[in-house]
T-cell receptor
Framework: NAGVMQNPRHLVRRRGQEARLRCSPM?????VYWYRQLPEEGLKFMVYLQKENIIDESGMPKERFSAEFPKEGPSILRIQQVVRGDSAAYFC???????????FGPGTRLLVL | KNEVEQSPQNLTAQEGEFITINCSYSVGISALHWLQQHPGGGIVSLFM???GKKKHGRLIATINIQEKHSSLHITASHPRDSAVYIC????????FGKGTRLHILP
């Protein structure tokens, strides 16, 4: 049973480009969470999705950021027109039920030049 | 004041020592998580608890709901326990502490 998978593991973008981060939850998990860890800072909640629905996006910046979790395929975190301040590690986690243990992916390290 | 406070921020100890990391929170919660982040950055969920105590190997986690306080203990610590330990509380969303950086010397 594969764990949570994220790709790419490392992503380099120039300012103004788009970044797409993918997360495949553990098999059978329908709850996906995205977190951001800025350099030298703690983890911050961004968005919580359940298949095809955004349940809570209160931690996600209103502009340039969007997330989806389609019926088929991985969850996608999309950052448009990236800026240097978007450089961070982005972690995805999944759970079987909403109040169950979350299992984390290895993260995507985004570097904006 | 942060909603989740961890102490200490940094801890260096000798191999074999008993380690305690504390977490205090100020919000109502439905559960509390302890996570371990390795030097390479990967995150592992250690415990999720809403009352009492849980044990897994050399790790023990306790929570006191009335006091809004949780502790993570490591018995017979080992250099491979060196990591950042993160407390996170959840109600309708998850709030993370800043982490405790633990370094176990051989």
């Amino acid at each position: 049973n594969a764990g949570v998978m994220q790709n790419p593991r490392h992503l380099v973008r120039r300012r103004g480009q788009e970044a797409r981060l993918r997360c495949s939850p553990m098999k059978g998990h329908s709850h996906v969470y995205w977190y951001r860890q800025l350099p030298e800072e703690g983890l911050k909640f961004m968005v919580y999705l359940q298949k095809e629905n955004i349940i809570d996006e209160s931690g996600m910046p209103k502009e340039r950021f969007s997330a989806e979790f389609p019926k088929e395929g991985p969850s996608i975190l999309r950052i448009q027109q990236v800026v240097r301040g978007d450089s961070a590690a982005y972690f995805c986690a999944s759970s079987l039920l909403v109040l169950e243990t979350q299992y984390f992916g290895p993260g995507t390290r985004l570097l904006v030049l | 004041k942060n909603e989740v406070e961890q102490s200490p921020q940094n801890l260096t100890a000798q191999e074999g020592e008993f380690i305690t990391i504390n977490c205090s929170y100020s919000v109502g919660i439905s559960a509390l998580h302890w996570l371990q982040q390795h030097p390479g950055g990967g995150i592992v969920s250690l415990f999720m608890l809403s009352s009492g105590k849980k044990k897994h190997g050399r790790l023990i986690a306790t929570i006191n709901i009335q006091e809004k306080h949780s502790s993570l203990h490591i018995t017979a610590s080992h250099p491979r326990d060196s990591a950042v330990y993160i407390c996170a509380v959840r109600d309708d969303k998850i709030i993370f502490g800043k982490g405790t950086r633990l370094h176990i010397l051989p």
